[in-house]
């Protein structure tokens, strides 16, 4: 049983490691650190700081956009009892009882008297709700329309905050402006540079990147284009797209 629920506990595990400020733990990709110049510590997954420890008692949680079972997990593990983290029809919330629970936002705040600020709310949640919905739909739209052969490679005429770079990244990123994405989503916008950034980003099969590559070709090999079109290449493919579209667009508009 995890007994790393408190400042105290987590400071003193800290700074019997190695270099006293930061110290891997037993869970995959995740470490305990200590904020540099400030007293607070934190539980880092990746590169996110998802529960944050303060010498005053307070507890803030963030999980930087990552709506996964995997953050949620860790939050629990590292929480006190009785505060969860739960998730409803996809929607997060922080319980302390069947009786308490606040809508999820990043920075809500769990103070030492028990008292809980900077939570969502109920029509936020339904916001996300209805944003998340329209990010399948223009994702599934997104890979009819590349089985279908009607979206090309990446070129001048795409959205210039998908298709720039700045930074060694799309130029919506380096600026952290994701209205675009909106406009895109909104208008069934479909740029060949969005899908690409997506698979740049997004884990997937190499089979799938190859399929996407040769049904936006204008020009395949003869031959390839009727491998990637039959029924069971399609449908692969597209259920593909779909949930790397999702996952890109996701991570950036429901943080």
């Known amino acids: 049983m995890n007994k790393l629920k408190s400042y105290e506990a987590i400071y003193e595990y800290i700074i019997a490691g190695h270099n006293q400020w930061d110290r891997p733990t037993e869970q995959r990709n995740t470490r305990l650190t200590r904020i540099y110049g400030r007293d607070e510590v934190a539980v880092r997954l990746h590169q996110t700081n998802i529960v944050t420890f303060y010498p005053n008692g307070d507890i803030v949680l963030a999980n930087g956009g990552w709506y996964t079972p995997t953050t949620s997990t860790r939050m629990n593990e590292y929480l006190p009892l009785p505060w969860r983290i739960v998730s409803d029809k996809g929607q997060w ?13 990043n920075g809500i705040t769990i103070h030492a008297d028990g008292t809980v600020d900077r939570e969502g709310s109920l029509s936020e949640v339904q916001a996300r709700k209805e944003l998340r919905r ?3 739909q223009y994702a599934t739209k997104f890979a009819d329309a590349v089985v279908a052969r009607q979206v090309g490679q990446p070129g001048a005429g795409d959205c210039m905050h998908c298709h720039w770079q700045a930074e060694g990244k799309p130029l919506g990123d380096a600026i952290e402006s994701n209205e675009h994405l909106l406009l895109h989503i909104e208008e069934d916008y479909f740029v060949p540079s969005l899908l690409w950034n997506a698979v740049h980003e997004v884990p997937h099969a190499p089979i799938e990147e190859i399929t ?44």
């Open 134 to 136: 329209s990010i399948k």
């Open 212 to 255: 996407i590559g040769i049904l936006t070709d204008p020009n395949p090999p003869e031959g390839h284009v009727q491998v990637a079109t039959n029924d069971y290449s399609k449908e692969y493919v597209k259920k593909g797209i779909v949930r790397i579209l999702t996952k890109y667009l996701s991570t950036r508009l429901l943080k």
């Open 93 to 105: 919330f922080l319980t302390k009882d069947w009786d308490h629970r606040w809508p999820f936002a």
